[in-house]
């Protein structure tokens, strides 16, 4: 069998974490990578990720030509946070039959926000014969399907509460500006006036996949937004916070089921928290019987995580039938450490 | 559509348990249950576990007429823990065009000890066009699935340590006698020499769940069986330990891959742990990019636990494609809130 064939759309901190992760896998090649970005256009993957492997594969801005050039099983779309924006590249690479794994947080359960647009993605996925996930760490993963999961060993479960204390120091230029760091209060108060500033995306997308997987009907979903002020300057690969500003936001949700608030989401991103003291890790609480108290410290890493929930999916979703899925119709993410051409079907 | 349609074979604390759990579903009916312990032949499903539903159900002592009286969608199978000994059981029921779960705990990944009855059963349940499925708290999640889906946000995995610290107070004789409790000293010594006692069973099954999943070869695989000795009288519903007998045993094991070991397991099961200070827990620590430290303390009740694994599985295993699964085959495990029907495709 030939080895499995990924093209990247998108080359930034996540889309460049999965071309390095698929650099120590067995069985994979990287034939194509898409980006824009006029520092990596026209450079080869070897010389932008400092490696010899892939000095032939030139970073190309055209997608048609990426995906037109060589046969590809599967690609990598890294580039967006909603739907809308993922929609139309998700569109061209399922038109070539190709199966696509997204980062783009709300396609982890577009059915929350783009009812239409999932419907439609899982029609274009199906005329092709090709799958479509969104996944990552969270979304994806520490929010919603380990929660899912837990809740497989309980007969009944009255209350959930996720919190995820994380850093957002590993994630690139997107994820800074979407989560304000660096920005002053002022400017923080505006552009969550004019609802500019997207903090978390994911929310809605985590308390449906869980409300979903375990058939509740969600009746309300609230989330707020709140400033994290850094009292000294923070540094990360790709953000700065100087004293005063936004290290990042702490979310909060509540999701509304029979009346009351059966799920708590509680998720304070920023970067650097160590630099005052806050110290990362995941917590799921779920009541009910029995009831099931999980923590992870530290938080599992989100830059890596993402990009190895990405990686890690592609035989999944290679085997899978073909249409829309989510973590929830799929076997467990795994670690591949054999040859992945072995666990396709 | 009509509810879905359960059999029970095994009425001990697993079967009845089940049959408990099930009460409080909708859109799922007991149709039948097979036992044969003369205090429950004979009785209703009501009077056995004191409620006013299933006065119609009598017990019955041979499966044929349970399984011959009405249609039967799913049997649940709590009346062994080796292959071997479920196997006769298994092929009768698929042969009978029912899907099964059962709480074998070898069955939770009989290619471990069995791999030619694991082939046959294949091959017995794809004939009849029928799923068979081994599952529960452990093996079936805790050590082995959790593991796994954990890994899934992991670049690299160098070591695993799994360590469950439980309570065997909520079980039945069967495991009170596999598990020693009440023996003295001398017994256990003379048990285990002449490798009459089973201990927890699953760790070949949870290491060669784990193993295959990550793509790792198993070299070779070592346990150890040690006495807890009780100095109080401990008493659960189906065990007792006079003071210096068992209260149960520690089981260790270690998995060699690549020259090392790569796995370590840790368990000790005992009743009343708290009488003598142990407090319970689960533990899985996984080495490599990025680290992973999970505890959920206290340890997922096993009886439940493994009572809503089998029970949660339903729909899954229902849904699933003929032939011999393992829970790393399937979507995730969840708890089911709302009408089972809802989840059948």
Same mark, same amino acid.
């Given at each position: 069998?030939?080895?499995?064939?990924?093209a990247?759309w998108g080359?930034?901190?996540?889309?460049?974490?999965?071309?390095?992760?698929?650099?120590?896998?067995?069985?994979?090649?990287?034939?194509?990578?898409c980006?824009?970005?006029?520092?990596?256009?026209?450079?080869?993957?070897?010389?932008?990720?400092?490696?010899?492997?892939?000095?032939?594969?030139?970073?190309?801005?055209?997608i048609?030509?990426?995906l037109?050039?060589?046969?590809?099983?599967l690609c990598l779309l890294a580039t967006d946070s909603f739907t809308k924006g993922a929609f139309p590249k998700l569109k061209l690479i399922m038109d070539k039959k190709i199966n696509v794994i997204t980062t783009a947080e709300e396609m982890a359960?577009p059915?929350?926000?783009e009812?239409?647009l999932a419907k439609e993605l899982d029609e274009i996925a199906k005329v092709n014969?090709v799958t479509v996930l969104g996944t990552?760490?969270?979304?994806?993963?520490?929010?919603?399907?380990?929660?899912?999961?837990?809740? @497989?060993?309980?007969?009944?479960?009255?209350?959930?509460?996720?919190?995820?204390?994380?850093?957002?120091?590993?994630?690139?230029?997107?994820?800074?500006?979407?989560?304000?760091?660096?920005?002053?209060?002022?400017?923080?108060?505006?552009?969550?006036?004019?609802?500019?500033?997207?903090?978390?995306?994911?929310?809605?997308?985590?308390?449906?996949?869980?409300?979903?997987?375990?058939?509740?009907?969600?009746?309300?979903?609230?989330?707020?937004?709140?400033?994290?002020?850094?009292?000294?300057?923070?540094?990360?690969?790709?953000?700065?916070?100087?004293? @005063?500003?936004?290290?990042?936001?702490?979310?909060?949700?509540?999701?509304?089921?029979?009346?009351?608030?059966?799920?708590?989401?509680?998720?304070?991103?920023?970067?650097?928290?160590?630099?005052?003291?806050?110290?990362?890790?995941?917590?799921?609480?779920?009541?009910?019987?029995?009831?099931?108290?999980?923590?992870?410290?530290?938080?599992?890493?989100?830059?890596?995580?993402?990009?190895?929930?990405?990686?890690?999916?592609?035989?999944?979703v290679?085997?899978?039938?073909s249409g829309l899925k989510t973590?929830?119709?799929?076997?467990?993410?795994?670690?591949?450490?054999?040859?992945?051409?072995?666990?396709?079907?």
């Open positions: 069998m030939d080895n499995i064939k990924i990247i080359f930034g901190a996540m889309g460049a974490g999965m071309a390095k992760m698929l650099l120590q896998k067995r069985g994979v090649d990287i034939v194509g990578v980006d824009v970005h006029p520092d990596r256009i026209g450079k080869s993957v070897a010389e932008v990720l400092k490696v010899d492997k892939y000095n032939d594969i030139i970073i190309n801005g055209d048609e030509t990426v037109s050039n060589k046969k590809v099983d359960y059915q929350a926000q009812p239409e014969g990552g760490i969270n979304p994806g993963m520490i929010m919603d399907l380990l929660v899912v999961c837990l809740t @497989g060993c309980m007969e009944t479960v009255e209350y959930i509460e996720a919190k995820r204390v994380n850093s957002l120091s590993p994630f690139g230029i997107t994820v800074m500006e979407e989560q304000g760091v660096g920005i002053t209060l002022e400017e923080f108060n505006k552009r969550q006036a004019q609802g500019e500033l997207a903090g978390h995306v994911g929310f809605k997308e985590s308390v449906n996949m869980i409300s979903d997987a375990l058939g509740w009907k969600i009746e309300k979903f609230e989330q707020q937004m709140k400033p994290i002020s850094t009292t000294v300057n923070r540094k990360s690969p790709y953000g700065f916070a100087k004293a @005063g500003t936004l290290a990042g936001i702490n979310m909060t949700g509540q999701c509304y089921i029979d009346g009351e608030v059966k799920i708590d989401m509680i998720h304070p991103q920023q970067i650097e928290p160590e630099m005052e003291g806050t110290h990362t890790g995941d917590y799921i609480t779920i009541k009910g019987n029995p009831q099931v108290n999980m923590a992870i410290t530290p938080e599992v890493e989100g830059g890596i995580g993402t990009i190895a929930m990405c990686v890690n999916m592609i035989p999944h290679i085997n899978a039938k973590m929830i119709d799929l076997p467990v993410p795994r670690a591949i450490l054999g040859d992945m051409r072995d666990l396709i079907d």
